[in-house]
């Protein structure tokens, strides 16, 4: 998905070969590590061809040939989530800088090196959105509570599912903007297809929103989705408090992204096995009591940093006008 994204934005992209070796089998760890190696020797030519004055990471093991092979170049590490997984620990290594999305993930890295906090870029296409103009896209009105729900990228099935449960009685009180993700998006007609007429104008479903996704996060007053990183740059942006259920079958990561949010007093974190029990009356009570909501949006406000993107772009710039590494990792 990840190329379909870029191509939208017309910048070259060009893949690597890579796998995962955290967690896997042994049976699929020879060709993993195999993959890996592919990648660095597929690493090391673009590099060659490239010949770049600084390079950026962002994490997943995608990226580890790249770090390896890219050595003794300068390099800026990104860290999204606030906890690094065992890929973003790695590359750490490797980086002269590390950019942190909070205050919190400094413990999480040596003091030797370098670390900025920067916040979470958020995309510019969706912050030009306002609440009067996002509800006017989806054709709510102003004075309509109104809950979002989504997955992440790719959805996620297990709140699909919970929110499908109680649709008709949610309905009744509020509208709902949907973001189902393309596998479950076959559904969405048979759900439509049981609201009855004065119901279903109040359902605002979509497989997946680009741009328009400002206008659902600018439009809701209540959200229901995962945990994933972009969540503590969205969310705290549009001051959108949060039901959060962070995905179970992966590394903890969005546990402690849910945990951090909620620690502030701007969401409230479900796990996922508790969603269906607990998504009706948790959404109905929170809508219904303002003073806890407009409490949650104050809180969920005050995690902003709007400058982040502008601030990794500094350290790039900076790290492109420095000299090169001569052997060895360089430490601050």
């Not at 969405?188 to 400002?214: C, T, W």
């Not at 990561?253 to 998504?279: I, P, T, W």
Request: glycine share 8%; charged share 20%.
């Amino acid at each position: 998905m990840e190329k379909d994204l870029i191509s939208r934005q017309q910048i070259p992209f060009l893949g690597i070969p890579a796998a995962g070796v955290h967690g896997v089998g042994m049976r699929a760890l020879p060709g993993n590590l195999l993959r890996l190696a592919k990648g660095a020797f597929a690493s090391r030519k673009i590099l060659r061809e490239f010949q770049p004055d600084v390079l950026f990471f962002t994490g997943g093991y995608v990226a580890v040939p790249m770090a390896l092979m890219s050595i003794p170049q300068n390099s800026l590490l990104f860290v999204p989530d606030i906890e690094p997984g065992l890929a973003l620990k790695t590359l750490a290594r490797f980086a002269d800088c590390i950019a942190v999305t909070t205050e919190e993930s400094r413990k999480y890295f040596s003091s030797r090196k370098r670390v900025v906090v920067t916040g979470y870029p958020v995309r510019p296409e969706i912050t030009k959105w306002t609440r009067p103009a996002g509800r006017a896209w989806f054709g709510i009105e102003e004075q309509a509570r109104v809950l979002l729900v989504f997955g992440g990228s790719k959805g996620a099935r297990s709140i699909n599912q919970a929110l499908w449960s109680v649709l008709p009685d949610l309905l009744e009180r509020m509208d709902v903007i949907h973001v189902t993700g393309q596998a479950d998006w076959q559904t969405v007609e048979a759900q439509r297809e049981q609201l009855p007429d004065d119901l279903l104008g109040r359902y605002h479903a979509y497989p997946y929103l680009h741009e328009e996704m400002g206008a659902a996060l600018a439009a809701a007053d209540l959200t229901v989705c995962r945990a994933g990183a972009s969540t503590l740059g969205e969310l705290p942006h549009f001051g959108l408090p949060a039901v959060l259920v962070p995905y179970p079958y992966a590394w903890r990561y969005q546990k402690v992204n849910a945990a951090h949010l909620a620690s502030h007093g701007a969401a409230v974190v479900v796990e996922n096995h508790d969603l269906a029990e607990r998504l009706f009356p948790l959404v109905t009570q929170l809508l219904s009591d303002e003073s806890r909501l407009a409490a949650m949006r104050k809180a969920m406000f005050g995690l902003a940093q709007p400058r982040a993107a502008e601030k990794i772009a500094n350290l790039l710039r900076e790290l492109a006008q420095s000299p090169a590494r001569k052997g060895g990792l360089t430490t601050w």
